[in-house]
């Protein structure tokens, strides 16, 4: 269990890591759930038989799981609501001048809650699409989709998301 | 003539054919509308990037502590697969010992009426995926599945066979061979 395939497990950890917890932590918007929900994605990995061959090919399984594990529980506990508000009530360190954090902060928790009311399936590929810097491909081998379909699931989530906060007015860019 | 949205979108992530790039980039360069669509999505990408997690760093060495001592654990069960050296007498008593066990454990099993007890029922639930084996739940856990939720309801009591392994298992190898 030292290694899994040709490749030691440290070095996939520290490629997929940052991206299975900026991907869970984006759902479930909980840091403790996402880094149990990493864990859980590493373990499962590791338990694997047979292992996965490539280093790429192991990065997209352990998205797929903590992905799948992170919408699961988000709908098995019903939390939704619960995370967004915690996530709404400590807003994030953002290193930038003061009336700057003011407009920041506005139209932040204004997308949070846009990103939130998209459908699953926009809200997925956005998200990985912005915090786990795959390209279209790699998305598409994550979720077994075409690359064209993640190209108009991208376009789509935030055409979604432009029209929410236009709704709500003050949004210029 | 502008592109249309999902091409500028597209666009944005870098993700257009070579042959395109160099028209839409001219046009662009050339058209206020296509720039301010541009600035648009630049924004939403700035403020959803705005904030990123704390300390994932942090996170990063909690969630790897936890990971090596499960491992830790898993290795130490191990111990069975590697070489002992045992001195004959003390194999000999072992085997023995292990010998009258067993056929101990024969003979209470015998007296039951059933020799191996099989799972008493096994309840298949109205859920979005079938599951009847383990590779099933496997292949099912590994797809990409998001929104399927089950249930697999396991015997009231544990049930081991003769050799230890769940009862379980056996039905879910017999349930497929049927
Ligand atoms: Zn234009």
Redesign the interface.
């Known amino acids: ?1 030292e290694k899994q395939g040709p490749y030691p497990f440290r070095e996939v ?1 520290e490629l997929a ?2 991206i299975l ?2 991907v869970s ?1 984006r759902i479930t918007g909980d ?1 403790e759930v ?2 149990e929900l ?2 859980e994605a ?3 990995f ?1 338990n694997r038989y047979p292992p996965i061959p490539t280093l790429d090919q192991s990065k997209y ?1 352990l998205i ?2 903590v ?2 594990l992170s ?2 529980f988000v ?2 506990k019903g939390r939704e609501r619960k995370a967004f508000e915690k996530f709404g009530r400590e ?4 290193q ?1 001048s003061v009336e700057d954090c003011l407009l ?1 902060k506005e ?2 928790a204004r ?1 949070r809650e846009g ?1 939130e009311q998209l459908p ?1 399936k926009l809200k ?1 590929v956005l998200i990985l ?3 786990s810097g795959l ?2 491909r790699e998305i598409g081998k994550v ?3 075409s690359e064209g379909n993640v ?2 699931r ?2 789509r989530a ?2 979604r ?2 029209e929410l906060l236009d709704e709500e007015g003050e949004y210029v ?1 | 003539m502008c592109p249309d ?2 091409v500028l ?2 666009y944005f ?3 257009i054919e070579s042959s395109l790039m160099a028209s839409i980039k001219e046009h662009i360069e050339v058209c206020s509308s296509c720039r ?1 669509e541009l ?7 700035r ?8 300390g ?1 760093e942090e ?2 060495v ?3 502590q ?2 090596n001592r ?2 830790k654990v ?2 130490r069960e191990r111990i069975w697969q590697k070489q002992l050296v045992i001195p004959v007498p003390v194999a000999t008593a072992f085997m023995v010992l292990f010998v009258s066990v067993l056929s101990l454990f024969f003979v209470v099993s015998l007296k039951q009426d059933q020799p191996f007890r099989t799972v008493s029922k096994i309840e298949t639930l109205p859920v979005d995926v079938q599951i009847k084996t383990i590779e099933d739940l496997h292949r099912a ?7 399927f ?1 089950v249930t697999i309801l396991l015997p009231q009591e544990p049930i081991y066979d003769f050799s230890g392994k769940p009862t379980l298992l056996r039905a879910a190898e017999y349930e497929r061979s049927k």
Do not use: H
């Not at chain 1, 807003?91 to 953002?94: A, G, N, R, T, Y």
């Not at chain 2, 403020?47 to 704390?54: F, G, T």
């Open positions: 269990m950890y890591f940052p917890m900026r932590f840091r996402a880094e990493c864990q590493f373990i499962r590791l399984w797929r799981v992905k799948n919408l699961n709908k098995r807003p994030m360190k953002v930038e920041r139209s932040a997308l990103l699953e997925v699409k912005e915090y390209n279209y979720l077994k989709i190209k108009v991208v376009f935030r055409n998301l432009q860019p | 949205k999902e979108s597209a992530d870098g993700e301010k600035s648009c999505l630049e924004e939403l990408r403020v959803l990037l705005a904030e990123d997690i704390p994932i996170s990063s909690t969630v790897w936890a990971i499960l491992r898993t290795s856990i590994e797809g990409d599945t998001t929104a939720e």
